[in-house]
C-alpha cells in the first residue's frame, strides 16, 4: 500500500505536466457502459450501489427521483448507470482515470474488460504516473508502515504494525506489485469502499475483479495512472460528448472557463452547444453527455454567460 506523504507532492508535480499538455487535449472515441436497473440487495445503501458502478450520487437520485431521506428496501429496483468516456491511449495495457474510480483494460486496442477501482482519499492522494507490472503476491502479508501506525496511533485505535493473510488484511487475497516500491493494486476486506475516495494511497479492487487481475495481467503489463475530472469525445457521426467530475483533488479547477478552453484547443468551438456545456459544468454528474449543436452557433461565449458552478 501506497502509504507515504510525499504522494501528495509527486500528484501535484504530475498536475504541473498535466496543465503543461493542456494545450491539446486528448478527444477520446468510446463510450462504454450503459443505463440499467438494478435490485437493492440487503445491505445494500446509495454509497455502496454508487461506488459499485461510479456513478455521481446526484444523477443517482435524480433518475430515480429520490429524496436524501428516502431509505432503500431490498427487492426495489431501480437505475443506475455506469457509462463513461473511455480515456484510450495505448493499444495495450491498463488506464485507470481517478476522476471517475475506473480501471480501464485493453488488449489490442480493444477494451476487455473495465472494474470500478478504489483509491487514495483527498489527503493520501493516489499519485498519476506510468508504472508497471512487476509481481504479485497471494494471501499477502501488510507490514503496516509507520505513517499510517501513527495515524492509528492519533485517533486512539489500536495500534498495529503486521496484518497476516486472512479476512482482516486489507490487501484482500491477491496484491499486484507495480513499478514503484509499495505500491499497487490489490482486493479488499471492505467491498463497498471500492469505486469512492477510501484508500491510503493504493487502487482496491473488488475481490473477483483482483483475482482476474492477478491471473490474467503479465508482469510487465503499462498501468498509466491519469486523472481527468473533463474528458472529452467525439463519435464518428461527429457528435461531442462531454464528462465532467467534480475535481476532488484540487488540482484541476473545474469551472467554465477551463471546460471553454479545453474544447477551443480540441477544435471543437463551432460543434458544442455552449448553453448544454454550462449545464453539464454546473451539476457535474460525471457521465456523458452530448453537447453537440444543431442550430446555427449562439453568440460568443464568455466567462459571464455561463452559471457559476454549484459548490
Not at 89 to 118: C, M, Q
Request: hydrophobic content about 40%.
Amino acid at each position: 500500500m501506497r502509504l507515504v506523504r510525499r504522494t501528495v507532492a509527486v500528484f501535484g508535480l504530475a498536475l504541473v505536466a498535466a496543465r503543461t499538455e493542456a494545450a491539446k487535449p486528448r478527444v477520446y472515441d468510446l463510450i462504454a457502459g450503459n443505463e440499467h436497473e438494478y435490485t437493492v440487495a440487503s445491505g445494500d445503501t446509495v454509497w455502496s450501489i454508487t461506488g459499485r458502478f461510479t456513478m455521481n450520487r446526484d444523477l443517482f437520485t435524480s433518475l430515480n427521483a429520490l429524496a436524501e431521506s428516502d431509505r432503500l428496501r431490498p427487492g426495489m429496483r431501480l437505475k443506475v448507470s455506469d457509462r463513461h468516456i473511455v480515456p484510450r491511449r495505448n493499444r495495450d495495457g491498463i488506464v485507470i482515470d481517478l476522476a471517475d474510480r475506473t480501471l480501464y483494460w485493453f488488449e489490442h486496442g480493444s477494451l476487455k474488460s473495465r472494474f470500478p477501482v478504489g483509491i487514495g482519499r483527498i489527503d493520501w492522494a493516489t499519485p498519476p504516473g506510468r508504472y508497471r507490472i512487476v509481481g504479485r503476491r497471494e494471501d499477502p502479508i501488510w507490514r503496516v508502515p509507520a505513517s499510517i501506525q501513527a495515524e492509528m496511533r492519533a485517533r486512539g485505535e489500536p495500534v498495529v504494525a503486521v496484518v497476516g493473510p486472512g479476512p482482516d488484511n486489507p490487501l484482500g487475497k491477491y496484491w499486484i506489485q507495480l513499478s514503484s516500491p509499495g505500491y499497487g493494486l490489490h482486493g479488499t476486506n471492505a467491498p463497498a469502499s471500492v469505486g469512492k475516495y477510501a484508500s491510503h494511497g493504493c487502487m482496491r479492487l473488488l475481490p473477483e475483479h483482483a483475482e482476474r487481475l492477478f491471473r490474467e495481467a503479465c508482469d510487465g503489463t503499462v498501468v498509466e495512472v491519469v486523472y481527468e475530472p473533463v474528458k472529452i469525445a467525439r463519435d464518428r457521426l461527429g457528435s461531442v460528448f462531454l464528462e465532467v467530475h467534480r475535481d476532488v483533488y484540487r488540482g484541476k479547477p473545474v469551472d467554465f472557463d477551463g471546460v471553454l478552453a479545453q474544447l477551443q484547443a480540441a477544435g471543437l468551438r463551432d460543434a458544442v452547444d455552449w448553453s448544454r456545456v454550462a449545464e453539464v459544468v454546473v451539476r457535474t454528474w460525471a457521465t456523458p453527455e452530448d453537447v453537440t449543436r444543431h442550430a446555427p452557433p449562439a453568440a460568443e461565449p464568455t466567462a459571464w454567460d455561463a452559471p457559476a458552478p454549484a459548490e
